[in-house]
């Protein structure tokens, strides 16, 4: 067996290996090593400088070696060159920084070497409800699961370098996808108006529903799609939407749509922190609540984003709830005091809301590690059970420790405008609107229990 076949034979069996490991395994010279290697023509990775280089197979990705370029686009519009990835064996990346990164990085990671998909791009993936319908409409195309749970990390670099032109964040994968960017900016540039979203949006909803509108996969499972907007200037936004049968089920969903608008104003003006704008529409026997990105700016600009479930994943070994998270990132110096407190703060205000789903994955991040606006908070224990089912549910919002008792005034006196505001919004049932007049009042009577 020659050198060259004997190195990629040890990579792929031992996996990355550093540059003294590597020489050991094989017997031979540095000099013999190199001489192997260039031989190999690109199937080997290297990534480090002197003693912490390592080496790695290189991973064919739909029987192609080349790297894959990431692109970067900035609040303008345009494109940079952030980087190239390169698959390895048997999983992971090999990335050459173009420009510093954005995100924090340990050490492995400085060098170039991800586990995985390097995880800002991970949020990329396709998921949730939008997700969900650009695999149904093109998962034979791209000869990939029609499951997106079930896709590999070569389907999700597969698909997002076909595909992936208009996903979270900021960053493209791929020149097919960045292609398709460049193309939309040429050929339809238009933002609809307020008079236009009564005719549009009732039909984006049937579609979206019948045929899959392939988009942007903000993650979530509640029927959405996007859509651009002239909101005093153009707007890029999410657009979630209620049922329109009437029945007791979907009123519910409407009813938790309007309070999803209600909790971010409210987080807003009384809580006084950044949370997505949002507008309530109501035609066509349907909801629509309709919510900014954050991550767009302008016609064509961007900015990157990042959720709590991948840095924490990629960064800290999963912790578990927000305020578990806000003390792990703080402890190792990510964020400030500052922050730390308002994911505490942001935390609390969810619990006595009665927002059951508080997952890692609807809490984001800034590249700078400020905290990104609020999303994704509504009341979800009052949710129709498996999507249809009305189950009476308790409102048992437990009190504070002794530490957070400062906290949890806060967000509870929040949390009472809250729950007023839905108690008297005649958008919402009459129904809902006892449940959240019985939980002000209960929520009032155990302020009362806490103040000093």
Request: proline letters at 5%; aromatic letters at 10%.
């Given at each position: 067996?020659?050198?060259?076949?004997?190195?990629?034979e040890?990579?792929?069996?031992?996996?990355?290996?550093?540059?003294?490991?590597?020489?050991?395994?094989?017997?031979v010279?540095?000099?013999?090593?190199?001489?192997?290697?260039?031989?190999?023509?690109?199937?080997?990775?290297s990534?480090?400088?002197?003693?912490?280089?390592?080496?790695?197979?290189r991973?064919?990705?739909?029987g192609?070696?080349?790297?894959?370029p990431?692109?970067?686009?900035?609040?303008?519009?345009?494109?940079?060159?952030?980087?190239?990835?390169?698959?390895?064996?048997?999983?992971?990346c090999?990335?050459?920084?173009?420009?510093?990164?954005?995100?924090?990085?340990?050490?492995?990671?400085?060098?170039?070497?991800?586990?995985?998909?390097?995880?800002?791009?991970?949020?990329m993936?396709?998921?949730?409800?939008l997700?969900?319908?650009l695999?149904?409409?093109?998962?034979?195309?791209m000869?990939?699961?029609?499951?997106?749970?079930?896709?590999?990390e070569?389907?999700?670099?597969?698909?997002?370098?076909?595909?992936?032109?208009?996903q979270?964040?900021?960053?493209?994968?791929?020149?097919?996808?960045?292609?398709?960017?460049?193309?939309a900016q040429q050929?339809?540039?238009?933002?609809?108006?307020?008079?236009?979203?009564?005719?549009?949006?009732?039909?984006?909803?049937?579609?979206?529903?019948?045929?899959?509108?392939?988009?942007?996969?903000?993650?979530?499972?509640?029927?959405?799609?996007?859509?651009?907007?002239v909101?005093?200037?153009?707007?890029?936004?999410?657009?979630?939407?209620s049922?329109?049968?009437?029945?007791?089920?979907?009123?519910?969903?409407?009813?938790?749509?309007?309070?999803?608008?209600?909790?971010?104003?409210?987080i807003?003006?009384?809580l006084?922190?950044?949370?997505?704008k949002?507008?309530?529409?109501?035609f066509?026997?349907?909801?629509?609540?309709?919510?900014?990105?954050?991550?767009?700016?302008?016609?064509?600009?961007?900015?990157?984003?990042?959720?709590?479930?991948?840095?924490?994943?990629?960064?800290?070994?999963?912790?578990?709830?927000?305020?578990e998270?806000?003390?792990?990132?703080?402890?190792?110096?990510?964020?400030?005091?500052?922050?730390?407190?308002?994911?505490?703060?942001?935390?609390h205000?969810?619990?006595?809301?009665?927002?059951?789903?508080?997952h890692?994955g609807?809490?984001?991040?800034?590249?700078?590690?400020?905290?990104?606006?609020?999303?994704?908070?509504?009341?979800?224990?009052?949710?129709?059970?498996?999507?249809?089912?009305?189950?009476?549910?308790?409102?048992a919002?437990?009190?504070?420790?002794?530490?957070?008792?400062?906290?949890?005034?806060?967000?509870?006196?929040?949390?009472?405008?809250?729950?007023?505001?839905?108690?008297?919004?005649?958008?919402?049932?009459?129904?809902f609107?006892?449940i959240?007049r019985?939980?002000?009042?209960?929520?009032e009577?155990?302020?009362?229990?806490?103040?000093?």
């Open positions: 067996m020659t050198i060259s076949k004997k190195v990629l040890t990579l792929r069996t031992w996996h990355r290996q550093p540059s003294g490991e590597l020489l050991a395994r094989l017997g010279s540095r000099p013999s090593l190199m001489r192997a290697i260039a031989e190999l023509d690109g199937q080997v990775v990534r480090g400088r002197a003693r912490r280089t390592a080496y790695a197979a991973r064919s990705l739909r192609q070696i080349t790297p894959l990431l692109y970067c686009i900035d609040k303008m519009g345009k494109a940079h060159e952030a980087g190239l990835l390169e698959p390895i064996y048997p999983s992971g090999a990335m050459s920084f173009a420009e510093p990164f954005a995100w924090p990085l340990d050490d492995e990671m400085v060098d170039g070497w991800f586990r995985g998909i390097p995880y800002p791009v991970v949020d993936r396709p998921q949730g409800f997700g969900r319908n695999a149904h409409q093109f998962a034979t195309i000869q990939v699961d029609e499951d997106v749970q079930r896709w590999s070569d389907d999700v670099l597969h698909v997002l370098c076909m595909l992936g032109w208009d979270p964040g900021n960053y493209i994968l791929g020149e097919p996808a960045l292609r398709r960017y460049l193309e050929q339809d540039t238009h933002f609809l108006t307020d008079d236009e979203i009564t005719t549009v949006y009732p039909l984006r909803a049937l579609q979206a529903l019948n045929y899959g509108v392939a988009g942007s996969s903000a993650a979530g499972e509640f029927p959405k799609f996007i859509e651009r907007r909101i005093n200037t153009p707007t890029h936004v999410i657009v979630k939407f049922g329109a049968d009437g029945s007791p089920q979907e009123q519910r969903w409407s009813d938790l749509l309007i309070c999803e608008h209600l909790a971010l104003n409210t807003t003006d009384t006084l922190l950044s949370a997505a949002s507008r309530i529409y109501q066509s026997g349907r909801t629509f609540f309709e919510v900014e990105r954050f991550d767009r700016h302008g016609t064509f600009g961007r900015s990157g984003v990042c959720t709590w479930h991948e840095l924490n994943v990629a960064l800290f070994g999963e912790t578990g709830t927000w305020s998270g806000a003390h792990a990132m703080l402890t190792a110096g990510t964020i400030s005091e500052e922050t730390a407190q308002h994911i505490h703060l942001l935390e205000y969810g619990r006595l809301i009665a927002n059951t789903d508080m890692n609807n809490l984001a991040f800034l590249p700078s590690l400020e905290l990104a606006p609020a999303y994704d908070m509504l009341p979800m224990m009052y949710a129709p059970q498996r999507g249809v089912e009305l189950v009476e549910r308790k409102f919002p437990a009190l504070p420790l002794p530490k957070e008792r400062s906290m949890w005034l806060t967000a509870a006196k929040a949390a009472v405008v809250f729950w007023q505001r839905a108690a008297s919004d005649e958008r919402i049932s009459e129904r609107r006892l959240s019985a939980n002000a009042i209960q929520l009577a155990l302020l009362a229990t806490q103040r000093d």
